[in-house]
């Protein structure tokens, strides 16, 4: 007995001295794990920086809507006999045009979050249409629209209404003409997007972020006129 007793004290120590070794990796293993990197995942800028400039563009609009609904107030009677003049079925199908266009937009939207610029299948097979065909037939149909906007400018002219005719004419043509320059920088901005698709070698994040950034604008651009449609044209 009195011979065994060092054994045991020595795989006391022993288990002490294990213990004391895996007490220490458990420790450095959660330092470690404490002190591990953490992903954040924050938001796009030049997403940001496009809904804040939007914001400062819908305050801009809600002036001009501010400015129609003052003069409108102020002189009822003009409203009443210069309204009549509108053709608003032709600003219907107009406006059905423009909305449309958003729709073929936003198809161009999920083809870039694919990182697919061009059609990888026939012409006519929509299914399987890239960012640049959709954008290109959102250009197409938002010049359709100017056009008709210029169109109707020129019919109201002919019928004696003008920028400079009286208040109706001044409120109706600031509205809609600021909103045309809007609309045509769009138009501008589906081109450059295009035109990037084609001169990069590889279509990537940038270029899927720059597509993005402009379907908001041009969605935008879309929401505005369907609220201008609807207090000239059926508010009247």
């Known amino acids: 007995m009195y011979e065994g ?16 070794i895996m007490t220490g990796v458990a420790t450095t293993a959660a330092v470690q794990e404490t002190h ?15 809904i804040v400039w939007l914001a400062s563009e819908l305050m801009f609009f809600a002036g001009l809507f501010a400015m129609y609904f003052t003069i409108r ?31 073929t937009a936003q198809m161009g939207v999920f083809a870039a979050e694919r990182f697919q610029p061009l059609r990888t299948g026939a012409l006519l097979d929509v299914r399987r249409w890239g960012m640049v065909e959709w954008y290109l037939l959102s250009f197409i149909m938002g010049s359709v629209f100017v056009a008709g ?9 002919a019928e004696g209404v003008s920028i400079s005719s009286n208040a109706y004419g001044s409120a109706f043509y600031l509205t809609t003409g ?11 901005t589906f081109l450059l997007v295009i035109g990037r698709a084609f001169a990069v070698r590889r279509f990537g994040h940038h270029e899927a972020t720059s597509a993005i950034v402009t379907s908001y604008y ?12 609807l207090v000239i044209y059926v508010l009247q």
């Open 73 to 103: 107030g102020v002189q009822p009677e003009l409203w009443a006999t210069e309204t009549a003049k509108l053709n608003v079925p032709f600003a219907a199908g107009n406006t059905t045009i423009l909305v449309l266009s958003s729709v």
């Open 218 to 229: 041009w969605h935008f651009v879309d929401v505005v006129w369907i609220g201008l449609f």
């Open 149 to 157: 906007q210029f169109f109707e400018y020129a019919e109201l002219v």
């Open 5 to 20: 007793a060092p054994n045991d004290a020595g795989v006391a120590c022993q288990w002490k001295a294990d213990a004391a």
């Open 36 to 50: 591990a990197p953490v992903t954040v995942n924050r938001p796009n800028m030049v997403s940001v920086g496009t």
């Open 178 to 188: 600021f909103h045309a320059l809007h609309v045509i920088g769009g138009l501008i």
